[in-house]
């Protein structure tokens, strides 16, 4: 408790440390999670498309999956030096596997008598895909990219490492220093901003799903 | 960088052997948890949506910030990253394992019964067998992480390939960076493969095709 008292204090005393820190770290997320978005859900949907090329693809994320998160930042150093933008790459390569799995998984689960009577009233492949494959793969996307998110936000602390900043430089400081408060500081706010964008898209995904409870 | 190999080879072999110890001293806790948790929630089902929705919590937490949350409780070393593992590994193990007993048949459960099995042998001859191959890829799912999350332990004296890492990153060592990166997605790759391989077997034998 004393230590939690400690940290409300540093918290006020450096908000504008803390609130930049902050600001950073969200800025990393959600770049780092758009950019993955908008790659890799067409990569999926071009992999559930295209049998040949999914095989090689699935394969290299899968792989890529299994690989711990600390060892894909600690990497990127070597080849891209510190900073912003190094740390960016690192979450993009650590958020791809995730929506692009469940892209291409969410695609394959489609019916494909439900393709067939789409095509059968006189759809197009671009109607089929807008308005049947999409919606129908929407909630595994979204359960992809809910995962994607957690783990971006669990790396973007670890991105402190290689000079990425945000809440993990408070936690890093607060280690080399064996400062308890100042860890509290990074180490607190980082779990609150896990478990909020677990509840979010948990919400998200309840929103596109009501039409199979209703 | 094969001066460095050659050279610290037995420093090298030490931290992977640390490294496998922690993860599977890790992972027989958290299956020592997990196995009867799981089972006793496929009986109260009421109670498992209260527990899987506390080890999700667990679980959504980043891991550097609960290793910080964790040193006023437990201090540093072996015994923090343990409990830290433990608990990040339980919603998937756990999760897994209600997943398995519940996906077998009812009818094949009553057919033994119906035989004459006592609860024991229902249990140990019809149920697990069932449900070991789901059982096992949470086994999977979870060794994996905990490698993964174990390079992250090095942070706070747990020791292990993070050790190499982070060594690497505070001396500017690329030699160090790159030989843990190779050896741990290594490790982790491999698993992985091995208990696939297992998995797989496991399924073919629990569908009566091996």
Known sequence: MEYLKDTVTYIFENSDRFLEALQVHLGLSFIALLISMLICIPLGIVCAKKPKLSGLIMNVFNSLRVIPSLAIIVIILPIMGMGFYPALIALIILACPPITINT????RGIDSSIIEAASGMGMDSKQILTKIEIPLALPVIIAGCRTAAVEIIASATLAAFIGGGGLGTFIVNGMGMYNIPLLLVG???????????????AAVERLVTRYQRD | MVNYITNYYDTILALFLDHLRLTFGALAIALLFALPVGYLLTRWKSLSVLVLSILGIIYVIPSMA?????????GLGMKPAIFALVAYSQLILVRNVMVGFQSIDQAIIEAGKGMG???FHLFWKIELPLALPIILGGVRIAAVAIIGIGTIAAWINAGGLGVLLFEGLYQNS??????????????????????LRLENRLALKAKGQL
């Open chain 1, 187 to 201: 180490a607190l706010p980082v779990a609150f901003l896990a478990i909020c964008s677990e509840v979010c898209f």
């Open chain 1, 104 to 107: 291409f998984l969410g695609f």
């Open chain 2, 174 to 195: 690329t030699h160090k960076i790159i030989i843990g990166t190779i050896l741990v997605s290594t490790l982790a790759l491999i698993t992985n493969y091995i208990l």
């Open chain 2, 66 to 74: 609960f290793f910080a949350l964790l040193i006023p409780f437990l």
């Open chain 2, 117 to 119: 099995l006592n609860w």
